[in-house]
């Protein structure tokens, strides 16, 4: 059976990166990764113009019943086959990728303590707080460089729902969280302390 670590955070505040970084400290024997905006719903029959005008960062773009389908599977112990999303078009692959119900699966995602039925499924939940200059600088930088997307564009977006969905769903959340964790410090300090946490749950009587 996995036990299910929750990272929760801003777009750019650092989430995937934390995730990415303690579940390579615990190692892939021990611990898989399973970002929750893979489960963005597929808009393949949408126009390209209006895939663009969707709200991504609302709560109602992820599939989230797929997601605890899979959330519930893993804690079982059962493998399951997460989807494969293309940020670019906005549309899901027919390809899957299989993911191994190791011993912990660090789930990551600014929306993920969005859901109660979600976070009652989570043995940790970390919050990565992070200013909003460095959330929208990192921001820019990444969707520039990996999605083929404009500055402009990119800042437009974040006016228009990031910021907003972020002030109204993400931030908010922070509340229901067992540690927070700045999103602007030392990586391996922090990558460190949620490993150190994340192995306590198993040290436990």
Known sequence: MSVL????GGSGSGKSTLAAAVAARLG????????FDTYYRDHGHLTPQERA???YDHPDSLDRELFIEHLDLLAR????????YDFATHTRSSDTLELVA?????????????????????ALRIFRDCPERTRFRRRVRRDVAERGRT?????AQFEATVKPMHDRYVQPSMDIADKVVP????????????????????ALP
Not at 28 to 35: E, Q
Not at 77 to 84: I, L, R
Not at 183 to 202: I, K, N, S, W, Y
Request: hydrophobic content about 45%.
């Open 5 to 8: 670590i929750g990272i929760c």
């Open 28 to 35: 892939t024997k021990r611990a898989g990764l399973l970002p």
């Open 53 to 55: 005008a969707v709200n």
């Open 77 to 84: 112990g059962v493998d399951v086959a997460t989807p494969v």
């Open 102 to 122: 190791t011993e912990f699966i660090v789930v990551e995602g600014i929306l993920l303590f969005s859901f109660p039925e979600i976070t009652d499924r989570l």
């Open 151 to 155: 500055p402009e564009s990119v800042a």
């Open 183 to 202: 999103g602007d410090g030392d990586l391996d300090r922090a990558a460190e302390q949620v490993t150190e946490d994340v192995l306590g749950l198993v």
